[in-house]
């Protein structure tokens, strides 16, 4: 089945220590994106991206990086440099060829705690 | 000023009756699309429903419906037959085409309790 995955489900960190999210989608999707949820409220941008070796930042990018090496992959580092890191992460994607209706495909998410 | 308002933080329905979730959105492209998405408790993000800012006609998918006001920059949710299953946070969502930004920019949600 066709879908994205993110793994862990469930991250723990000290905090100070850099972290990597994965995400991998096999849907054939040229765009992907992260979005950070906070208890309570809406879906966030962090970082998205459109194509392979390219990605724009997005309204609230301080203290992230991606990279975008292959199709199919989209990993987001949270890095020390971000002031409040706990939350939930989504990774979603989606296409390019259908102008503004494709919806956005996402996975199951990443609850990074970090004390 | 925020793009996309949903001013109801929580609602409570009764099973088998309708409800309506409010959008409202605020933009200056003339292209743009508006989506409604449900998260359960689970976390993952459910696509309902998308509604083009060039379709004279709401858009519907099974028991969800869109009332869209263009002129008014609304696009309520309405959820016909209610089921103790549509308890979650939905969430209202619009992409700007003119922009050329391909993400989506998210509400703050809606909390629905279906009660039996």
């Known amino acids: 089945d066709g879908g994205i995955t993110q793994s862990p489900k469930y991250l723990f960190r000290k905090e100070g220590q850099n972290v990597t999210l994965s995400c991998e989608q096999n849907?054939?999707?040229?765009?992907m994106y992260w979005y950070r949820q906070d208890p309570g409220q809406g879906l966030r941008l962090i970082y998205y991206s459109q194509i392979v070796n390219d990605f724009q930042k997005g309204d609230i990018a301080e203290g992230y990086s991606v990279s975008r090496e292959k199709k199919e992959s989209f990993p987001l580092t949270v890095t020390s440099a971000q002031k409040n890191p706990t939350a939930f992460y989504l990774c979603?994607?989606?296409?390019?060829?259908?102008?503004?209706?494709?919806?956005?495909?996402f996975g199951n998410g990443t609850r990074l705690t970090v004390t | 000023a925020q793009k996309i308002t949903q001013t109801q933080p929580g609602m409570f329905v009764q099973e088998k009756e309708a409800v309506t979730l409010d959008c409202t959105y605020d933009?200056?492209?003339?292209?743009?699309?508006l989506f409604w998405y449900k998260q359960p408790s689970s976390g993952e993000m459910i696509f309902l429903i998308y509604q083009g800012s060039y379709d004279e006609q709401n858009a519907t998918e099974g028991r969800y419906s869109l009332n869209f006001q263009k002129a008014r920059k609304s696009a309520n949710l309405v959820i016909s037959a209610s089921q103790l299953g549509d308890s979650a946070m939905y969430f209202c969502a619009m992409r700007e085409v003119d922009t050329g930004r391909r993400a989506l920019t998210f509400g703050s949600g809606t909390r629905l309790q279906v009660q039996p």
């Open positions: 849907l054939n999707h040229d765009a």
């Open positions: 933009t200056s492209d003339q292209s743009y699309g």
């Open positions: 979603a994607s989606s296409t390019l060829s259908d102008g503004r209706n494709s919806p956005l495909h």
